[in-house]
């Protein structure tokens, strides 16, 4: 069944941590995004890849890194975790000229 | 810069009513307008509008496109405790550009 994966959906952890969040597709959808939504905000691009080793930052200024190296995966990775990074994380795909994304179930993270 | 406004920001109906929501954009060079259903994690895709395509209907919901006055409407009729979600607007600008902007959201409450 086509359907767009995130694990973990929830972390808690420490300050300094290094985490990885993962986001993989079955959709077969060439590009792929990483967007932070705090509460009652917005959805902000962060990272976002149209094929593989493509990879851009978004609008929103980010210290998290991003990889595609295979099309289904596009892993985002915090070296060093703060408070500030608590946010949920949404990874979403799309695919050709189709503007319609469809979404992950999203990481909720919270650094202590 | 994009920018996406929506209106309400929240909204209390009881079932059996009939609402309607906002969206407006400023953006360069509009080339869709997206909404979406949040509920507990990941927006789910409702309609998109386009120049070729400026009214959807899908069962109780529907929604226009008014390009002279750069908005578009979210109407839900007969609405069920089912309805309550954050509804989000989203627009792409167009050219090689896939991104989306989003706007903050309405969160629509349906209560019994």
């Known amino acids: 069944e086509a359907d767009i994966y995130q694990t973990p959906r929830y972390l808690v952890i420490g300050t300094g941590k290094k985490i990885t969040l993962e986001c993989s597709q079955t959709m077969g959808h060439d590009k792929m995004y990483w967007y932070q939504q705090d509460p009652g905000m917005e959805l902000h691009l962060i990272h976002y890849?149209?094929?593989?080793?493509?990879?851009e930052k978004g609008d929103l200024s980010s210290e998290s890194t991003v990889s595609r190296i295979r099309t289904e995966h596009f892993p985002l990775t915090l070296e060093s975790a703060r408070p500030s990074h608590t946010s949920q994380y949404l990874c979403?795909?799309?695919?050709?000229?189709?503007?319609?994304?469809?979404f992950g179930p999203g990481t909720r993270l919270t650094v202590l | 810069e994009d920018k996406v406004v929506q209106s309400p920001l929240s909204l209390v109906v009881h079932e059996g009513d009939t609402v309607t929501l906002n969206c407006s954009y400023e953006v360069t060079n509009f080339r869709s307008l997206l909404w979406y259903k949040q509920e507990k994690k990941a927006p789910t895709f409702l309609f998109m509008l386009t120049s070729s395509g400026i009214e959807k209907k899908s069962g109780r919901l529907s929604s226009i496109l008014d390009k002279k006055e750069l908005s578009s409407i979210l109407n839900i009729t007969a609405t069920q405790t089912g309805d309550s979600a954050i509804y989000l607007c989203?627009?792409?600008?167009?050219?090689?550009?896939?991104?989306?902007?989003f706007g903050k959201g309405t969160l629509l409450t349906v209560n019994p």
């Open positions: 890849s149209y094929g593989v080793n493509s990879t």
């Open positions: 979403a795909t799309s695919s050709g000229s189709l503007l319609v994304q469809f």
């Open positions: 989203a627009v792409n600008s167009g050219g090689s550009n896939y991104k989306l902007t």
